[in-house]
C-alpha cells in the first residue's frame, strides 16, 4: 500500500513539474550584478525546469551595450569600459533584456539591472623628451598635456620630489620646470646627466604616477625661439588705429648665437622702421596704416608678415602673423570738412545779416527824408493854392493879372504832384515801409535760424549725422532774398568787419571754434 502511494505521488510531482511554465533563473548571491568599470562580470543564467534548457537558446534583446556576451548556453560576460561613468556620478543603472527561446519561437523574457560603479584611474605619464639647458640662461621645460594626462578628466598636480631637485630649480604644479643653472652646476651636468622625479597626482582622489626626466646640456645646433606678445597670427585693424608687438628672442646655444631678427612682408612698399630693436633680445613692432593704406572701393586688405630670427649657422624661426586691415572713414577730415561748411554757411549768415543792418538803416534814412519831403511839397502846394485863390485881390481888378496867377499857381501845383504821383520827385512812402518790413523781417529770420543751426550743429558728432549736409541746404535757402533787386543790394558788397569766429560768435552765441 505504501509503495503504490510513493508510485502515485511521484507520478504527480513530475507530472507537475513538466506542466509548470518555464523561467529564467538568475543568481541570487549579493552583489551579483554590481560591476566596476573594468572589472569583468561573469555569471550563468538558468531556466527552471533545469530539464528545458537543452530546447531554448539566451540572447539580449533589449539593451545591450557594448562589450556585453551572451552565449546561447546562458553564459553573461561583460567588462564596463571606463568612460560609462563619470566621477559625479560616481554610479549608474543600465538595463537589458534577457530571452530564452526555443525552435519553435516561444520566448521566455527577464529584466536585469546592472548597477556599474566609477572606477578612478591613476593619471597617464607618457615617456618625457629630455630638458637641455644651457648656461646663464633662465631654462623653461613644460610637461605639455599630450605627455601628462588624466583618462577621468581629473584636474591633476605635480608634486616634484624635493631631494632630486638640483638647487635653483623650480616645478609647479601645472608641470612647468624653470632652473638657471650656475657655473658649477651646468660644468657638472656637462659631465653626466641628472635625472629628476616627480609624481602626478588626480584632484581629489590622488591617485597617482610617478615620472623622471632627464636633465642634459645643449649639445645641438638648434634655431632661435620667437615669443610674440600678444600671443596670436591674425589681427584685425581699422585704418588709423595702431598695432604693437613685442618680440622676445632666445637660442638654446646662447643670446650670441642670435644674428638677425627681421621681417619680410607681401605688403607693398611697408615701412620697415616699424621694427625697432630695444636690446640684443627684445624687439618692438609699431604701426599704424594710414587713411589711404585700402584704397576705394575695396572695404578690406589682407598681407602678411613674417617675422624670422637666424642664427650664425643660418637656422631659422618664423612667425607668421596675417593682418586685415578695414577701410575706414577719415574722422579727423571729415570734421575739418564737416567744419568748414558750418563755418561757411554762418560766414554767410553774417555778412547778409550785416548787409541787411546797412540796408535798414539806409531805407529808414530814406524814410526819414520821404517824410519830410512830402511835408515840403505840401507846404508848396498849399502856398500855390492860396495865392491862386487870392489872385483877385492881389491883382485889384486887373483881369489879366489875375488870369496870369491862377495859372500858374494851378500848373505848377498840378506839375507837382504829377512828378510826385510818378516818382521823378520824391520817394513813395508805401515802398520804402515794404521794403524796410521785408529787411526787418528777413534779419530776424535769419538770426533766429542761425541760432537754432549754430547750436544743433556745435559738436562734432552732430555734424557727422546724416541730416547735417540737408540742414546746410535749408539753412542756405534761407538766405535766398526774394526781392534783392527791388532792395537794390549791391552783390559785390564786402563788410567793412571781417567775418572771423569771434565776429561769428558774438553773433551767433551758440556757436563753437575749432
Known amino acids: 500500500m505504501f509503495k503504490k502511494l510513493f508510485i502515485l505521488l511521484f507520478f504527480t510531482v513530475s507530472a507537475f513539474a513538466q506542466n509548470a511554465a518555464p523561467r529564467i533563473l538568475l543568481p541570487r548571491s549579493p552583489g551579483w550584478n554590481v560591476v566596476k568599470e573594468g572589472d569583468t562580470l561573469s555569471f550563468q543564467i538558468r531556466l527552471h525546469p533545469d530539464s528545458l534548457k537543452s530546447y531554448y537558446n539566451f540572447g539580449i534583446q533589449q539593451g545591450k551595450v557594448a562589450g556585453m556576451e551572451l552565449d546561447s548556453t546562458g553564459l553573461f560576460t561583460w567588462t564596463p569600459a571606463y568612460h560609462l561613468v563619470d566621477r559625479v556620478e560616481q554610479e549608474k543603472i543600465f538595463q537589458i533584456i534577457i530571452e530564452?527561446?526555443?525552435d519553435k519561437e516561444n520566448k521566455i523574457t527577464s529584466n536585469v539591472?546592472?548597477?556599474?560603479?566609477?572606477?578612478?584611474?591613476?593619471?597617464?605619464?607618457n615617456s618625457l623628451k629630455s630638458f637641455y639647458v644651457q648656461y646663464n640662461h633662465n631654462n623653461v621645460y613644460k610637461i605639455s598635456q599630450d605627455m601628462a594626462y588624466d583618462e577621468d578628466n581629473d584636474p591633476?598636480?605635480?608634486?616634484?620630489?624635493?631631494e632630486t631637485l638640483p638647487e635653483g630649480m623650480n616645478m609647479s604644479t601645472q608641470g612647468e620646470i624653470t632652473w638657471n643653472p650656475s657655473l658649477n652646476q651646468f660644468k657638472r651636468l656637462k659631465e653626466a646627466p641628472q635625472y629628476i622625479e616627480f609624481i602626478i597626482q588626480d584632484q581629489p582622489a590622488k591617485a597617482s604616477v610617478k615620472g623622471t626626466l632627464r636633465l642634459e646640456v645643449t649639445q645641438m645646433d638648434l634655431?632661435?625661439?620667437?615669443?610674440?606678445?600678444?600671443?596670436?597670427?591674425?589681427?584685425?585693424l581699422r585704418e588709423n588705429e595702431k598695432v604693437n608687438l613685442r618680440f622676445y628672442l632666445s637660442d638654446p646655444n646662447g643670446e650670441e648665437d642670435i644674428d638677425v631678427f627681421d621681417f619680410v612682408t607681401n605688403a607693398h612698399d611697408f615701412p620697415k622702421n616699424t621694427l625697432v630693436r630695444n636690446s640684443n633680445n627684445q624687439y618692438e613692432f609699431t604701426w599704424s596704416p594710414g587713411y589711404d593704406f585700402v584704397q576705394d572701393p575695396a572695404d578690406t586688405l589682407g598681407f602678411y608678415i613674417d617675422f624670422f630670427a637666424l642664427d650664425k649657422t643660418q637656422n631659422r624661426e618664423v612667425r607668421r602673423v596675417n593682418f586685415v586691415i578695414k577701410n575706414t572713414v577719415n574722422e579727423v577730415e571729415l570734421d575739418r570738412k564737416n567744419y568748414s561748411l558750418y563755418y561757411g554757411v554762418l560766414v554767410n549768415a553774417w555778412e547778409l545779416l550785416e548787409q541787411l543792418k546797412e540796408k535798414e538803416e539806409a531805407l529808414k534814412k530814406d524814410y526819414q527824408r520821404a517824410r519830410k519831403g512830402k511835408r515840403g511839397r505840401s507846404?508848396?502846394?498849399?502856398s500855390l493854392g492860396a495865392t491862386t485863390g487870392l489872385s483877385s485881390v492881389i491883382a485889384n481888378g486887373n483881369a489879366n493879372t489875375q488870369k496870369t496867377i491862377s495859372a500858374v499857381g494851378g500848373t505848377t501845383t498840378l506839375t507837382i504832384s504829377t512828378l510826385e504821383a510818378t516818382?521823378?520827385?520824391?520817394?513813395?512812402?508805401k515802398d520804402v515801409i515794404e521794403r524796410l518790413n521785408y529787411v526787418i523781417e528777413k534779419k530776424n529770420e535769419i538770426q533766429t535760424k542761425g541760432d537754432i543751426f549754430a547750436r544743433d550743429y556745435s559738436l562734432k558728432a552732430a555734424r557727422r549725422g546724416s541730416d547735417f549736409i540737408k540742414k546746410v541746404d535749408e539753412f542756405n535757402n534761407t538766405m535766398n532774398l526774394k526781392g534783392m533787386v527791388a532792395l537794390e543790394l549791391n552783390a559785390a558788397w564786402e563788410s567793412k568787419k571781417k567775418p572771423t569766429e569771434g565776429n561769428i560768435k558774438r553773433t551767433f552765441k551758440d556757436f563753437v571754434m575749432w
Not at 539591472?113 to 605619464?125: E, I, Q, S
Not at 591633476?156 to 620630489?161: A, E, G, R, S
Not at 516818382?423 to 512812402?429: A, P, T, Y
Open 423 to 429: 516818382e521823378v520827385i520824391g520817394k513813395s512812402m
Open 223 to 236: 634655431p632661435p625661439q620667437i615669443t610674440m606678445v600678444p600671443k596670436t597670427d591674425k589681427i584685425y
Open 379 to 382: 507846404v508848396v502846394n498849399a
Open 100 to 102: 530564452a527561446k526555443d
Open 113 to 125: 539591472d546592472f548597477k556599474v560603479l566609477h572606477t578612478n584611474r591613476p593619471p597617464v605619464l
Open 156 to 162: 591633476i598636480v605635480f608634486v616634484p620630489n624635493l
